[in-house]
């Protein structure tokens, strides 16, 4: 599966992660290269990474999108996070980039989970499946919503890390999301009743700091 990527010179971090996702990489300068330079399978989707030129990276996706591209994923910095919005992508990714979650980013975007075996993530007796959103301890299925899920995802997949609250909405909930730090404690709350009492200190609260997985 290709996959389209600006600018023409991006960082070897992203065409390290990219290609690690199963994707071929075709960098373009502009958005008529997108079109022009379509390989005869099609793009899987489009990689804008943001460089000093924010505002250039993002008219080049709307007009990707707007003109009935593949979905466009953005690679920003946490500074450029509040110039994103639903028209410029249709998902991000915050640098320094996490090769793990740019691949099932990736993978969701170009709809490739549904020809790939499926992905599952376990920690313990937690099976995570992550093309079809269930999750099980042992034999018995979870009952989450979907913002629990992707909590106990987020979490399952980068165990160890301290994460602030402040990351957490912004990795989890994203950048549109306008609440507060109490919705991280209230869904941690929530995750730590449904994984039951033996396992509800896989999730550790970090005093003054923010949480804490496995």
């Known amino acids: 599966m290709f996959a389209a990527v600006h600018p023409a010179q991006p960082s070897a971090a992203l065409l390290s992660a990219i290609a690690a996702a199963g994707f071929e990489t075709i960098t373009v300068d502009d958005a008529a290269a997108v079109f022009e330079r379509e390989p005869d399978t099609g793009w899987g989707v489009l990689v804008v990474e943001l460089d000093n030129n924010t505002a250039a990276s993002l008219s080049l996706a709307r007009r990707v999108r707007d003109g009935g591209g593949p979905p466009v994923l953005v690679a920003a910095g946490r500074a450029d996070v509040p110039h994103l919005d639903s028209g410029s992508c249709d998902d991000f990714i915050i640098s320094p980039i996490d090769p793990n979650e740019l ?54 997949t980068h165990p ?16 549109d999301y306008f609440g507060g730090a109490r919705t991280v404690d209230v869904h941690v709350r929530r995750l730590r009743a449904k994984l039951g009492e033996e396992r509800a200190s896989w999730i550790a609260t970090v005093r003054s700091v923010g949480y804490r997985f496995g």
């Open 103 to 156: 691949s099932v980013r990736l993978r969701r975007l170009a709809g490739a989970d549904d020809e790939a075996p499926t992905e599952i993530v376990r920690f313990k007796d937690l099976e995570l499946n992550l093309a079809t959103y269930q999750a099980r301890l042992g034999a018995v299925p979870l009952d989450l919503t979907y913002m629990e899920y992707e909590l106990l995802r987020f979490f399952t």
């Open 160 to 175: 160890g890390r301290v994460w602030s609250r402040e990351q957490l909405l912004s990795r989890v909930w994203g950048y």
